[in-house]
């Protein structure tokens, strides 16, 4: 096996070339054996529409029944909707065969032991029993069974009875060809006056464009058919529909940090001082807006996984990234779910009497960059943000939640290891233009000081 398939935060890989037969039934029982040894019976599983997911999951089922683990088969679905599941069915923890918003030709895992999030250790566990063969192994005529069900209506049904409409909006959607095509049609269509659909046919071949909808490129259809439209609101999803892009009624796309701002609003009106999570490549617009608005802020590190966990200990209410993924405990389970966040941010508009757009002007617009990433190798990109702390922190105030977060007097900048990729992240925001520029150039030149190596920032 491949063990960079093995990732932070999930399993992954090119489909034809890392993930066999064998490897996927090796995964399988790797998988099962250790939902056995913690005392579980049954797990729910599922897949997206890729092109690759029937033959990976006919092999993974296939090494996890061996174990005697018993299977209920909830089909083609969104990653949200096995969360789902695994709440509603009282099993042992899920497994969904999928790749997000990779190209077509990866597939992969997303997994959980009970109702959390498989990742980091526990991640590299699965790789170390499949490679060290060390399985559960069932005992003669015992092997695992599978049932099959869907939750589709239900999991509709209940998102339904949570997001109310006041009046009904002009929608536009855009599902990129992924898991959300059926599902956000059925869901959002009962909700608005009007909805255009984008993309809303499964096609595992991505045809239009990849499934990422914090990616400009990948929205530019979407921003065309808002204005076409004189739409109120646009939203996009990716590939398997945990990660939301939005669009105002002028076509701006809102990050991420605007998203949650806007979450945290509404939720803070009926829960004041509940905790927000979010990540630290958010703007510090959203921490201000937080407090001004009642809640408390709280930092913490980039991943969807790491995010959840920190909810759970935290008891957060809300929760969210740059990325798209939105996480909810008010009336919800915690999971990171577009369609939820879909109903949700449709039902906030349609009972504020403004336009999206209106209401992410409340919130302090500050200039920001792009993230950036930087290739480095592997070997030396954790210690090299460990020398960048070295050198800051005698010399600036740092954040130390999840990388080096610089914090100069009219803004900050961030450095942080990727967990997935041989790369640097650097993201930098200052209160104007001026300032983001100021604070780049100081920022990339005290790199280069402590390092010797000038940062490439495109």
């Excluded at 790749?99 to 498989?118: T, V, W």
């Excluded at 935290?314 to 993924?325: F, I, N, R």
Aim: hydrophobic residues 40%; neutral net charge; aromatic residues 8%.
């Amino acid at each position: 096996m491949n063990p960079e398939i093995f990732r932070e935060y999930d399993i992954r890989g090119i489909a034809d070339k890392d993930l066999d037969d064998e490897t996927c039934s090796l995964i399988g029982k790797a998988y099962a054996t250790i939902i056995l040894r913690q005392g579980g019976k049954t797990i729910a599983v599922g897949r997206d529409n890729r092109a690759s997911g029937q033959r990976i999951l006919k092999a993974t089922l296939e090494g996890i029944l061996s174990t005697g683990l018993d299977v209920i088969l909830i089909g083609e679905v969104p990653t949200p909707l096995l969360y789902y599941a695994v709440h509603k069915l009282g099993v042992d923890g899920g497994i969904s065969v999928t790749a997000s918003h990779n190209p077509p030709e990866f597939n992969g895992f997303k997994a959980l032991a009970g109702k959390d999030a498989i990742y980091g250790k526990a991640i590299q566990e699965i790789r170390e029993t499949a490679e060290s063969r060390d399985f559960k192994a069932a005992k003669a005529g015992a092997r695992g069974k599978v049932v099959e069900t869907s939750l589709e209506a239900q999991y509709i049904a209940e998102i339904s009875s949570i997001a109310k409409i006041g009046r009904k909006l002009n929608v536009v959607i855009d599902a990129g060809n992924g898991m959300a095509s059926e599902l956000a049609p059925k869901l959002l269509r009962p909700m608005c006056a009007k909805l255009t659909e984008l993309y809303c046919e499964k096609d595992p071949s991505y045809p239009n464009h990849l499934p990422d909808p914090v990616v400009e490129k990948n929205v530019a259809d979407l921003k065309k058919r808002v204005l076409a439209e004189k739409a109120d609101i646009g939203i996009a999803f990716d590939g398997d529909a945990d990660r939301i892009g939005v669009v105002d009624e002028k076509g701006n796309m809102l990050y991420g940090d605007r998203l949650l701002g806007i979450f945290a609003a509404d939720l803070l009106k009926r829960r004041p001082g509940a905790e927000i999570i979010f990540e630290v490549k958010c703007s510090q617009a959203l921490e201000e807006w937080i407090l001004a608005k009642g809640g408390k802020p709280l930092m913490w590190k980039t991943g969807h996984s790491l995010i959840k966990a920190k909810m759970k200990d935290d008891k957060a209410a809300l929760a969210g990234e740059m990325s798209g993924h939105m996480f909810f405990t008010e009336k919800w389970y915690g999971f990171d779910d577009a369609l939820l966040a879909a109903a949700k941010i449709i039902s906030i508009v349609s009972n504020s009497g403004k336009s999206i757009g209106r209401i992410d002007a409340e919130m302090s617009q500050y200039a920001s960059s792009p993230e950036y990433r930087v290739d480095f190798p592997d070997s030396g990109k954790f210690r090299f943000v460990e020398k960048a702390m070295e050198h800051f922190k005698g010399k600036f105030g740092v954040i130390g939640v999840d990388g080096v977060r610089v914090q100069f007097g009219n803004g900050w900048a961030l450095l942080r290891a990727s967990n997935t990729q041989p790369k640097l992240i650097v993201r930098i925001e200052g209160k104007t233009g001026k300032d983001l520029d100021e604070i780049k150039e100081r920022f990339l030149a005290e790199v280069e000081a402590f390092s010797g190596k000038r940062l490439e920032l495109e």
